[in-house]
């Protein structure tokens, strides 16, 4: 299987908990993005990596989120004291050209 | 702020009927894609479009970019129940660097 992985599939927490999400991305793509997405809507950006560089991060984004691509493949999203609010499918997606994304299955996280 | 908007927000047809679904945005953008996302799954990418009146076609699927590259939709003909899914639309600007996904349509064909 050469598509987007994502472990775990599914996470529960008890609230202030911290977790850690991984993806792996398509073995060729440079481009790496992290997204959230609740229950009816769109996934909504959350940061952006070419190679190991983070080169976008949303301001939606709190300072307990914070995302790794050491070497610039595989990357890790840790979110520190985690929140009800913070329940949500989180997604990554990779790409070769900019704008055209390979998502993986996602990681659903509930906070309890 | 780019607004994007995508209509109508739920669809319920039955098997064989056509549908068309829209993607509108405040701004002019360079392309956009269309993803279809089934429950539990992450998004799949369906097409890109690229230039202002441009039409693809993906078997059943139509998809047209407007002529002002503000707004785009995406036709349906006789529509199955592995059409069913959240249909989402992202423009991206020249740079490929707008990570706005609209909130969706949800289709559901009923057999």
């Known amino acids: 299987d050469t598509g987007v992985s994502q472990n775990p599939r599914h996470k529960i927490t008890k609230r202030g908990q911290n977790v850690t999400f991984r993806c792996d991305p398509i073995s060729e793509h440079n481009r790496l993005y992290w997204y959230r997405q609740t229950l009816g809507q769109g996934p909504e950006f959350l940061t952006y990596?070419?190679?190991?560089?983070?080169?976008?991060k949303s301001r939606l984004l709190s300072d307990r989120f914070s995302a790794e691509r050491p070497k610039g493949s595989f990357s890790t999203l840790e979110i520190q004291r985690t929140e009800q609010g913070d329940s949500a499918m989180y997604l990554c997606a990779s790409s070769l050209v900019p704008y055209e994304q390979y998502f993986g299955p996602g990681t659903r996280l509930t906070v309890t | 702020t780019q607004l994007l908007e995508q209509s109508p927000q739920f669809l319920s047809i039955q098997e064989g009927e056509n549908l068309t679904v829209y993607c509108n945005s405040s701004s002019v953008f360079s392309s956009l894609q269309w993803y279809r996302q089934e429950p539990g799954e992450g998004p799949v990418l369906l097409v890109t479009v690229v230039t202002g009146g441009e039409v693809k076609k993906l078997k059943r699927l139509t998809f047209q970019f407007g002529d002002a590259r503000k707004d785009s939709s995406l036709h349906i003909t006789a529509a199955q129940p592995g059409d069913t899914g959240l249909y989402l639309c992202?423009?991206?600007?020249?740079?490929?660097?707008?990570?706005?996904f609209g909130p969706g349509t949800r289709l559901s064909v009923l057999p």
């Open positions: 992202t423009p991206h600007d020249n740079y490929g660097q707008n990570f706005v």
């Open positions: 990596f070419q190679n190991e560089a983070q080169l976008e």
